[in-house]
């Protein structure tokens, strides 16, 4: 279909078991159903990582919430908005973690996913793990959290002792001049 001249950002209405989604494509479709191979062809033929239904949902959604890691780095790599907000406020590790996906999560951790985004009903990803009962899920926002503290404190001892030895300098500068002024 592809090579016979199909449009490789097609947009469509599909009917999953309790929904219908309007404006999904071919990426989309093969994010739902982890179709690595499809998916890497529609990549290399100009599919649209940034394409939203019209629920706001992307490619990188889709792949998260089914816990398809692979397609879920795929899609990264090739430029996904990763902190993107659906409609609803979802984000992809909103919809990681609310379905119980650690490894898919794990891989937007690495990437950069900001933990503290909310959906519209103001629940972080954090949350909806805690909710739904997936301890994995949990335990890899939690350390991420407990890394990122304990980054952001290492970062600010460091700045600190640049902060003190510049003011050392300084201090120094000032006596070597008060010296000259009273010599």
Known sequence: ??????????????????????????????????????????????????????QGTTALMLAAANGFEKLVELVLRRG????????????????????????????????????????TDGWTALQFAKEKGHAECVRALEEHAAAEKAAEKAAAAAAWAAGAAERAAEEKEAARHAEELLA
Not at 94 to 116: K, Q
């Open 1 to 54: 279909w592809l090579d016979g001249g199909g449009r490789v950002n097609a947009r469509f209405e599909f009917v999953f078991s309790n929904c219908t989604a309007g404006g999904m494509t071919l990426l989309m479709l093969a994010m739902t159903r982890g179709r690595e191979g499809l998916a890497e062809a529609l990549l290399q033929r100009g599919a649209d990582v940034s394409l939203q239904t019209s």
């Open 80 to 119: 996904a908005a990763i902190d993107l907000q659906s409609n609803t406020g979802d984000t992809a590790l909103i919809r990681a973690a609310f379905y119980g996906h650690p490894a898919a999560l794990l891989c937007l951790l690495r990437a950069g996913a900001d933990v503290t985004l909310c959906n």
